[in-house]
């Protein structure tokens, strides 16, 4: 039994939580091109000043947390109608329905990425569509910009929004909205006083498994962004792959660390919980 | 039609076109003549006989399928101590700090992650001159982020079932060992299959953690696949896309198939 609990916590410690205490501890080194590593060990916070002094990073920053907040609101709004359907559909439906949703996550994340690039470009599908119909005369290009980043993480996370919400939702006790009607509510009211505070654990932890990586994330400003996005996850991977900045990267990596430790505690609170009622 | 029933229609036919129209286009343009993805200029098989022998590809996914079977395998067995570990074990020493960093690891941005474990195998480098980076150290950071999957499905898996099982093999003469191989590890086969599935998943799949910990020398098919598509849209990635959708949606329809066998027999 002991060793049960022994090898996941050795593994865990020596993979995981050791390799975090490496990055502290060389975020406060100095960047040393002509060394291999390239980096002085020492205790210096001059990565550190820089990324709070620097123009670029704070607006690096703040742009992180902006696309990755109206993104998570936007596909919360795409996603709770979703689930709501789902949970209500038929029983025997469910499976399936749930499955469809399920299916494009167990395919590769990158390629679902890659498919908005064909779809995006300047004489991409999207484009030959707006043209043809005459919607829009001159479509820009919308590859490249902030809104293709938008697009793409909430393309890429609605599947994490969609299950916590289904999952709380298909457990409301449904005879709550009949009695608020019974008892005089419009559908709408019924919806806000009842329907939505009881799915708020699932509000949470679907906000919370798309805000978190979105905050962080490379792959989808780096294909869909362009140049003129900044998001502090590409930051990072500029700085350690071009720059060959570690102290740099590392100091990136503690701050987003740091940032992003208050709603991964309440994620793993959330989860412990959740467990538990089970 | 009511107006909920008109509701439900709409969100979900939104939903799902969106889901699914830009993969759908993704096969379609697999099969077009023209190398630009944009411009549908007649069907032609040629991207997918070029993949075909494409070896860069293909040695290339030969890696990532034996990185995702080794660390798939060995991210089950630890997810399997973790979550037993979890659910049966309430009070050991460290044990928040255990159930924090079996949560974590899923929650953890990647690029953190990848530094943090790139850090660690230069260091180790430096002070006992291995491993070389490749094979090795990507299976080592697959597992350490995919066996916290295994573990909450295991754990929600165990935490649902009925105890008095195990204490009836208990009562009967089993051994521990006996109640757990003969009882437990049936009833929680089914967890132990989708969280090898799920490892094996993000193992394929997996590119930043990937990027940082790989060497010069080995590339994982979406280490290739990110080089490629970087420089622009590319019909051979296309024919890829529809392999990988092919496989799991097959593979998807397949469980679903079984779990409702399963539940059918059930008494």
């Known amino acids: ?7 996941p916590f050795l593994w865990l410690g020596v993979f995981f939580l050791l390799p975090l205490v490496l990055v502290l501890g060389l975020s406060l080194g100095t960047n040393a091109p002509d060394l291999a590593p390239p980096v002085e060990l020492g205790v210096s916070f001059a990565s550190f000043r820089l990324l709070f002094t620097d123009d670029l990073y704070l607006a690096a920053w703040l742009s992180s947390l902006r696309i990755a907040a109206t993104s998570t609101l936007v596909t919360l709004l795409l996603g709770y109608p979703m689930a709501y359907a789902i949970a209500r559909a038929q029983p025997r439906r469910r499976p399936m329905l749930l499955m469809l949703v399920v299916l494009p996550f167990w395919t590769s994340f990158l390629i679902r990425v890659y498919a908005w690039m064909g779809l995006l470009a300047e004489n991409g599908i999207l484009n030959q569509v707006l043209r043809a119909t005459g919607l829009v005369a001159d479509p820009g290009t919308i590859l490249g910009t902030e809104w293709a980043v938008h697009l793409g993480i909430v393309y890429a996370y609605l599947p994490f929004m969609v299950l916590p919400l289904y999952v709380t939702l298909e457990k409301l006790d449904w005879s709550l909205l009949e009695a608020a009607s019974d008892l005089g509510a419009r559908p709408l009211a019924a919806f806000l006083t009842v329907t939505l505070p009881l799915s708020l654990p699932g509000i949470v932890a679907g906000c919370l498994l798309v805000f978190i990586p979105a905050v962080g994330e490379f792959v989808i ?6 140049t003129r996005t900044l998001m502090i996850g590409k930051v990072l991977w500029d700085e350690f792959f071009t720059n060959s900045d570690w102290p740099l990267a590392s100091a990136v990596a503690i701050c987003l660390l740091a940032l992003l430790v208050g709603p991964i505690l309440i994620f793993q609170r959330h989860q412990e919980r959740s467990l538990e009622r089970i | 039609m009511t107006g909920r029933a008109r509701f439900a229609f709409t969100a979900l036919a939104f939903g799902y076109a969106f889901l699914y129209l830009p993969i759908a286009l993704v096969i379609v343009y697999s099969f077009n003549e023209s190398r630009l993805v944009t411009v549908w ?4 098989t040629k991207w997918w006989e070029a993949l075909m022998h494409n070896e860069a590809m293909l040695d290339a996914a030969w890696l990532s399928l034996r990185i995702a079977l080794a660390s798939a395998t060995l991210a089950t067995l630890l997810g399997l101590a973790a979550g037993y570990a979890l659910d049966r074990v309430p009070r050991f020493t460290g044990r928040t700090l255990f159930a924090s960093l079996v949560i974590a690891p899923m929650v953890m941005p990647e690029v953190v992650m990848g530094i943090s474990m790139l850090l660690l195998f230069v260091g180790s480098d430096q002070l006992l001159g291995g491993p070389a980076r490749g094979f090795l150290t990507i299976t080592v950071a697959h597992v350490t982020f995919s066996l916290a999957f295994v573990a909450i499905v295991v754990q929600a898996r165990l935490a649902d079932f009925d105890r008095t099982l195990e204490e009836a093999a208990m009562d009967l003469g089993a051994t521990p060992r006996t109640t ?12 132990l299959v989708s969280g090898w599935l799920l490892a094996f998943t993000l193992s394929l799949d997996d590119l930043i953690l990937t990027q940082f910990v790989s060497g010069a020398q080995s590339q994982t098919l979406p280490m290739r696949v990110y080089s490629s598509v970087r420089l622009g849209v590319d019909p051979q990635i296309n024919v890829l896309a529809t392999i990988v959708i092919a496989i799991a949606a097959s593979a998807l329809v397949l469980s679903a198939w079984l779990t409702r066998s399963s539940v059918d027999k059930r008494p």
């Open chain 1, 1 to 7: 039994m002991r060793l049960v609990i022994a090898l």
């Open chain 1, 221 to 226: 400003p780096d294909l869909l962004g362009g």
């Open chain 2, 41 to 44: 200029a007649g069907f032609s």
């Open chain 2, 180 to 191: 757990f191989l003969t009882v437990t590890l049936p009833l929680i086969a089914p967890a």
